[in-house]
Nanobody, 122 residues
Framework: QVQLVESGGGLVQAGGSLRVSCVAS????????MGWYRQAPGKQRELVAS???????NYADSVKGRFTISRDEAASTVYLQMNSLKPEDTATYYC????????????????WGQGTQVTVSS
C-alpha cells in the first residue's frame, strides 16, 4: 500500500524553526510534483509550497523568504524547512504528491498524508 507519512511538527516559539518531513512509502518508483499544504481551524486548506521533479519551486507569498521546500528522490521524501515562524503559521500541515508510480505497475494520481500539527506560540 502506498502512502505519505508526515513527521516533525510540534510546538515552537515565534521566531523559531521547524522542519517537517514527508516520506512516501510502498515501493515507490517515482513521483511527480509534491507539495505542502496547511489548514488552520476555520480556514480553507492552502498551498504553502510545491516542488517539481526538476526542482522548480513555488511558494505562497506569506512564506516566501522564510520557508524552503526540498526533495530527496532516493529517499522518496520531501521536506519543508520553516524559519522565522509566526503565530499565523499555526496549522495542520499536509503533504501531497501527484502522479506516484509504485511497485511493478501501480499508479496513484494523487495522495495526501494524514497531517502534522505545527503550533507557533507568541
Amino acid at each position: 500500500q502506498v502512502q505519505l507519512v508526515e513527521s516533525g511538527g510540534g510546538l515552537v516559539q515565534a521566531g523559531g524553526s521547524l522542519r517537517v518531513s514527508c516520506v512516501a512509502s510502498g515501493n515507490i518508483v517515482s513521483f511527480n510534483a509534491m507539495g505542502w499544504y496547511r489548514q488552520a481551524p476555520g480556514k480553507q486548506r492552502e498551498l504553502v509550497a510545491s516542488i517539481t521533479p526538476g526542482g522548480g519551486t513555488n511558494y505562497a507569498d506569506s512564506v516566501k523568504g522564510r520557508f524552503t521546500i526540498s526533495r530527496d528522490e532516493a529517499a522518496s521524501t520531501v521536506y519543508l524547512q520553516m524559519n522565522s515562524l509566526k503565530p499565523e503559521d499555526t496549522a495542520t500541515y499536509y503533504c501531497r504528491a501527484n502522479g506516484v508510480w509504485y511497485g511493478s505497475s501501480g499508479y496513484a494520481p494523487l495522495l495526501w498524508g494524514q497531517g502534522t500539527q505545527v503550533t507557533v506560540s507568541s
